[in-house]
C-alpha cells in the first residue's frame, strides 16, 4: 500500500514537472521570438516598361509572417525591383491573400541622393519601432529607407541589433550567370549614397551577397509546388510566370529563378546554413562597364563596386556570407517552398 502511494506521488510530480517545463517553455518561445522589421522592394506581379520585375521579395514576405520563431514588427516598402507605388500593391495584394496582420509602410520613392533623406512613412515607423526596443532589420531592396532612418535619428542607431542585406561582393568578382554578365550588384547600385551613410553610421551589417546565392535556384518544379500550396501559393506561382519568362529569355532555357531575398531571410532563421566571416570594407570605381543585356543594366546610376575582403582596413568589420555549408543548399531550397503556404 505502502509502495502504491510512493508509486503514485512518483508520477504524480513528474506529471506537475512536465506541466511547469511546458509552461516555461512556451514563455521562453514567447520572450526569445526574434522582431524584425522588413524592408523590401516587392515586384512580384509588377510590369513596369513591359518588363517583370524580380519576385522574390514576395517569397520573403510570406516566409517571414509564416516563421513561427520569427515575428515581423512592420513592412516596409522601397523603391527598386519597382516604382514605389507598384511595390506597395504587390505586398498589398500578397498580404490580402494570407491571414496575418502586419503593418504595412509607404518608403522611400527614389535614391537618397535624389531624395536628400526625405522622410517617409516607413522612416518614421520603424524610428518609434526602435525608439523602444533593439531589433534586426531584415533590408531586402536598396537602402534608401534605412539610410533617412540613420541620417535623421542617430539616436536610435545603437538599437538595431543587426541591419541583414543582400549586395557586396569579394575583391574583383564579376557578376555572372552561367555565361551572362557582368551583372549589377542590383540593391548596391540603386542607392550607393544609402550604403554609404549606413557605413558611416556603422551599423552592424551582415550581408548575403550575388556569390552566395549564384548557384541557388528555385526552378520550375518548385514553382509548381507552390501552384499546390494554398491561396497564397497560387498567388506566387501566378506571379511569378512573367518573371521566369523573362529569366528563361535571358538565360536560355533557365527554368526558375534564384532567391537571393530568401537567402538573407535565412541566414536569419537557419544560421546554420552559412559560411560567414568578418570583413573589412571599401566603396570604387567598378572595373568594368556594363554590356549586354538591356534589362541587366537599365537604370545603372552609379558605377561603383561594394567590395569586402579580410585584407582591408575599414573603420569597422561586416559579417560577410559568402557560401552555403556543405549540404545545405537543398534544405535552404526546400525551406523556401515549405514556408508558402496559407
Ligand atoms: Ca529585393
Known amino acids: 500500500m505502502m509502495k502504491k502511494s510512493k ?21 521562453m518561445s514567447r520572450v526569445e521570438k526574434t522582431g524584425i522589421i522588413l524592408d523590401t522592394d516587392p515586384g512580384l506581379g509588377v510590369v513596369e516598361e513591359g518588363q517583370a520585375r524580380d519576385v522574390d521579395d514576395g517569397l520573403v514576405i510570406v516566409e517571414a509572417l509564416n516563421n513561427t520563431s520569427i515575428e515581423v514588427l512592420g513592412i516596409g516598402v522601397v523603391q527598386g525591383n519597382s516604382r514605389v507605388e507598384n511595390g506597395m500593391k504587390s505586398a498589398q495584394q500578397i498580404l490580402s491573400k494570407i491571414d496575418k496582420e ?25 524610428a518609434k519601432i526602435l525608439a523602444t526596443r533593439r531589433v534586426k ?11 533617412t532612418l540613420v541620417q535623421r535619428y542617430p539616436k536610435v542607431i545603437p538599437n538595431i541589433e543587426e541591419l541583414v542585406v543582400v549586395m557586396g561582393r569579394s575583391p574583383g568578382l564579376e557578376f555572372f550567370i552561367e555565361d551572362k554578365g557582368p551583372l549589377r550588384d542590383f540593391n548596391f547600385d540603386m542607392d550607393v549614397e544609402a550604403v554609404q551613410t549606413v557605413l558611416d553610421a556603422k551599423v552592424p551589417m551582415t550581408l548575403a551577397p550575388f556569390e552566395l546565392s549564384v548557384n541557388a535556384l528555385i526552378d520550375g518544379e518548385h514553382v509548381k509546388q507552390l501552384q499546390k500550396q494554398g491561396v497564397v501559393g497560387e498567388h506566387i506561382y501566378e506571379g511569378s510566370q512573367a518573371w521566369m519568362q523573362a529569366m528563361e529569355r535571358m538565360f536560355e532555357g533557365r527554368q526558375g529563378f534564384h532567391p537571393w531575398d530568401s537567402a538573407a531571410f535565412s541566414y536569419l532563421s537557419h544560421p546554420e546554413f552559412f559560411k560567414c566571416e568578418y570583413r573589412g570594407f571599401r566603396i570604387s570605381k567598378a572595373r568594368h562597364s556594363l554590356q549586354g543585356n538591356s534589362l541587366l543594366e537599365q537604370n545603372l546610376k552609379e558605377p561603383f563596386w561594394f567590395e569586402l575582403s579580410n585584407e582591408f582596413n575599414s573603420p569597422y568589420q561586416l559579417k560577410f556570407c559568402f557560401a552555403f555549408e556543405d549540404g545545405a543548399l537543398p534544405l535552404f531550397l526546400d525551406s523556401i517552398v515549405q514556408a508558402i503556404h496559407d
Open 7 to 27: 508509486h503514485l506521488l512518483v508520477m504524480l510530480s513528474s506529471f506537475l514537472l512536465t506541466i511547469a517545463l511546458v509552461g516555461v517553455y512556451r514563455t
Open 102 to 126: 502586419v503593418p504595412l509602410w509607404l518608403g522611400a520613392a527614389d535614391s537618397v541622393s535624389v531624395s536628400n533623406f526625405e522622410t517617409n512613412q516607413a522612416v518614421e515607423e520603424m
Open 137 to 147: 532589420i531584415l533590408a531586402i531592396g536598396p537602402l534608401s529607407n534605412v539610410a
